[in-house]
């Protein structure tokens, strides 16, 4: 039978008899000590105890096994061997052929000993020294966190630190290192007098991040390399400095702040270097370059918000030219909303900035206010759900039209399910709008005139049928097979001549919004005369997680309605066909096709096909996008484009990464880039190469190469691809966190 003895009582007792010069294990009895082992052998004669079998001494939170504690005549040491392990409360474990400690475990000597800080990372030494609970000094010691495949023949980490001499101090949570040499596979590759970094327990804490090096034929050869500042638990401060042969130096700062209201990040970069004009010749002078991106999200009270997003930029090509962004508009907006269950409100203000040459910034519009609301009436009339919306909206330019809009209006839904599982959705809506124009071209608007006041009312009504048929095999397939039907009655006429159109310029006619009873993304322009939306989607769901779904439709009316252009496939009497086609052939890999094919002729109008996956041994994410000329609506010939980005992973170790984005219209490759990535418990390495075939004035065709290298355990172990291989973090208002700054 095992022995249990607790040292605030037992061992006192045991012990009390003898003078203190005389304890062979002295415990503090204000810090309780749990012995345990097989046997307990305590001689009265030489007052001493030992402890034989599976010893375990606990105290403070450290925890001591060993085969055997055997008697002892140094007063307040508890000697252990036969393969001891020293657990502390902060997950770390100490290993040793033999230890020397005091009875509270907090001091001693420890001959061979091993530290396993976490799951991988490890200190080991000749000897050692342990002070005050809280410091260890190591004599002749290692630390690396890699594994050792000896089944591969290899005996070497892949890299680690030798040093005469390493001290952890676990107060300061800090490892140094005395005359160190970093060794990869046993090879030195440099020597430093001293060297520190913070210990596992450390998630945020100041010190060097891993550069980034490369080449590339805008910037010449190149080398970044960022200091972290961590000032603050709630924020901190990156800074980065990117030197180069062909540019001057670029400062970039990465700032990011907790709040108890919530956070926000603010990033940018500045640099002084040569000027360009408008055609992409140097001008002789010299400017100052910037940019500003930020995000900001903030909680009022349990309903209510505010919040921003900054995007600026201080030239057309910054961006570009230094490999910061591809992005080609900016949108920096503030605002303040609303939400309480169903109902929600905003007000909002927009700042645009467009970067491509095409883009005249006195046609840029400024937005200030957009107010929105859409209130829902708790109680339901006629058996369905009333709301109340309302939008204004202040458009100005220091170039062309000015507007201001106020815009109200009521809906009304009411769902009903029968007996035979149709599913009828009633709906009626009415909006009225009042629109004064300001700044008026009369060349461009010759039926408008400086304060002209515009006013229109719309209203419409109607019904949806779904009716789905549901099957399921023997072998638990699902099949689904759903005609729809939506009929709208609305009045013809699309308002008074003159009305500015500013938030309808962009439809896309397709499946997503084939059963929208308004297709138009705004409000300016408004979807008149009675009309039916009809269509069917078939559908399939595999029991192993696996998928296939259709769905097509179009569009009839009783007569055109010139609000929509030509080029849309809407506004004559039968729209275009549109589908489309998803499958799902196992889980984390979907493949989606979306058709619009010519009403008379059935020729492919649209077609856009996107891929996107990511499993054990692959990422994916492909679309190939074909669109016909749409002079009337963006002004563009027609685009045949194919993008592909993906990663295959070779083994548990190596990956490869491929990318390529392709003008199949005009036959000319856009952008591709390749890269080769390793990746373990204790590395990450990456080398790889971009080009950029496209002009845009200064910025010309570039070619990239670019390294980078980060050794877990020192500080910098979060993300897996350098910045040339990551997404864009500026392209889509979905995503616009950059890299690492995520909260």
Request: some cysteine; glycine content about 10%.
């Amino acid at each position: 039978m095992r022995t249990l003895l607790l040292a605030a009582a037992s061992a006192a007792a045991l012990l009390s008899a003898a003078p203190a010069a005389d304890r062979k294990v002295d415990f503090d009895p204000n810090a309780p000590v749990l012995f345990l082992a097989d046997r307990l052998t305590y001689d009265t004669d030489g007052r001493t105890v030992r402890l034989e079998g599976g010893v375990e001494l606990s105290s403070g939170g450290r925890v001591l096994n060993a085969a055997d504690v055997p008697s002892y005549h140094t007063p307040g040491v508890a000697p252990a061997g036969g393969g001891v392990t020293v657990g502390v409360a902060d997950g770390s474990t100490l290993s040793a052929d033999s230890v020397e400690l005091t009875g509270d475990l907090k001091e001693g000597v420890i001959q061979n000993i091993g530290i396993l800080l976490d799951k991988h990372t490890r200190l080991a030494a000749a000897r050692g020294t342990r002070e005050k609970g809280d410091r260890t000094t190591l004599e002749s010691a290692v630390f690396s966190p890699c594994d050792i495949c000896i089944e591969k023949g290899q005996h070497q980490p892949l890299w680690q630190i030798k040093a005469v001499r390493v001290v952890w101090d676990q107060s300061e949570k800090r490892i140094s290192y005395e005359d160190a040499s970093f060794e990869f596979f046993g090879v030195p590759i440099v020597n430093v007098p001293y060297f520190s970094h913070a210990d596992f327990t450390v998630k945020n804490q100041s010190g060097f991040l891993a550069p980034t090096a490369g080449q590339s034929s805008d910037l010449g050869y190149f080398v970044e390399i960022p200091y972290h500042l961590a000032l603050d638990p709630s924020y901190d401060l990156t800074v980065a400095a990117m030197v180069a042969t062909e540019v001057f130096p670029v400062l970039k700062l990465d700032w990011r702040q907790k709040l108890d209201s919530g956070e926000y990040w603010l990033s940018g970069s500045y640099t002084y270097d040569d000027a360009y004009d408008q055609l992409g010749n140097r001008t002789g002078a010299q400017t100052s370059y910037s940019h500003i991106f930020g995000r900001g999200r903030f909680k009022l009270n349990e309903t209510m918000g505010w919040g921003f997003d900054i995007e600026r930029v201080s030239n057309d090509t910054y961006l570009e030219r230094y490999e910061i962004s591809n992005a080609d508009r900016l949108t920096s907006r503030a605002y303040v909303d609303w939400r309480e269950g169903r109902s929600h409100g905003s007000v909002s203000a927009y700042a645009f900035q467009g970067l491509r040459a095409t883009d005249d910034p006195g046609q840029t519009p400024l937005v200030l206010p957009e107010a929105e609301l859409y209130y829902v009436l708790g109680d339901a009339v006629w058996g369905g759900e009333v709301a109340i919306n309302g939008n204004m909206l202040a458009l100005t330019r220091s170039e062309g039209l000015d507007m201001q809009r106020l815009s109200a209006g009521v809906t009304w839904t009411r769902p009903e399910i029968l007996e035979n599982g149709m599913a009828f959705t009633f709906f009626a809506a009415a909006r009225g709008d009042v629109y004064r124009v300001s700044d008026v071209d009369p060349l461009l608007h010759p039926s408008l005139a400086d304060g002209d006041v515009l006013s229109r009312v719309s209203a419409y009504a109607g019904a949806e049928l779904r009716w789905p048929f549901v099957r399921q095999s023997e072998g638990g397939t699902t099949q689904i097979v759903e005609p729809i039907v939506q009929l709208v009655l609305a009045p013809y006429g699309n308002g008074p001549d003159g009305i500015p159109n500013e938030d309808s310029l962009s439809l896309e006619f397709d499946d997503t919004n084939l059963f929208n009873v308004v297709k138009f993304t705004g409000l300016d322009l408004i979807e008149s005369g009675p009309r039916a939306n009809v269509g069917v989607r078939y559908a399939e769901y595999f029991t192993d997680g696996a998928s296939f779904e259709v769905l097509a439709g179009f569009q009839a009316r009783l007569d055109d309605d010139p609000a929509f252009l030509g080029s849309t496939g809407l506004g004559e009497t039968q729209s275009d066909y549109v589908g489309r086609i998803s499958v799902t052939p196992w889980q984390g890999l979907t493949i989606v096709n979306r058709l619009r094919l010519d009403k008379d002729d059935f020729s492919v109008r649209r077609n856009e096909v996107y891929i996107q996956g990511t499993g054990s041994w692959y990422e994916i994410d492909a679309s190939y996008l074909k669109l016909e000329s749409d002079p009337s609506l963006t002004g563009l010939g027609p685009r045949e484009e194919i993008n592909l980005l993906s990663r295959v992973y070779v083994n548990q170790y190596w990956s490869a990464i491929g990318g390529i984005r392709r003008d199949l219209e005009s036959d000319q490759m856009i952008e591709s880039r390749f890269g080769v990535a390793y990746e373990d418990e204790c590395a990450f390495f990456e080398f790889g190469f971009r080009r950029r075939f496209t002009r845009d004035r200064d910025a010309e065709p570039a070619t990239t190469f670019i390294l980078s290298v980060r050794l877990k355990a020192l500080g910098d172990d979060e993300g897996t691809a350098v910045p040339l291989y990551r997404r864009d973090p500026y392209l889509g208002n979905e995503n616009r966190e950059p890299s690492g700054l995520g909260f």
